[in-house]
């Protein structure tokens, strides 16, 4: 079974940045495009960066200029740099496929939270 573990979320003031993490298995990571998703209270979990397996990047409007994702193909890992991070930014982000089809089961997800 596929795992998804994010972490490197925490309690940050706006202005300032954090780095997400999501480690998958070797096999998952290997043949997906990869996404960070985020959801914030009352609402519907979103899409904000994708990255395909020849490094294309991909954001929402809302984070570009200010979020980078990238892919460590040596430690079966994405990362999400999130730089000049506003309060609106405050959600729990996941990782998964960047393709609904090949969505296998989320993770626990990593709370970001923007406050000053």
């Known amino acids: 079974q596929v795992q998804l573990v994010e972490s490197g979320g925490g309690l940050v003031q706006p202005g300032g940045s954090l780095r997400l993490s999501c480690a998958a298995s070797?096999?998952?990571?290997?043949?997906?495009?990869m996404g960070w998703y985020r959801q914030a209270p009352g609402a519907q979990r979103a899409l904000v960066a994708g990255?395909?397996?020849?490094?294309?990047?991909s954001y929402v409007d809302s984070v570009k200029g200010r979020f980078a994702i990238s892919r460590d193909k040596t430690k079966n890992t994405i990362y999400l740099q999130m730089n000049s991070l506003k309060p609106e930014d405050t959600a729990i982000y996941y990782c998964n496929a960047l393709r609904q089809r090949q969505w296998t089961n989320w993770g626990q997800g990593t709370q970001v939270t923007v406050s000053s």
């Open positions: 990255i395909t397996l020849s490094g294309s990047v």
């Open positions: 070797a096999s998952f990571f290997s043949t997906n495009a």
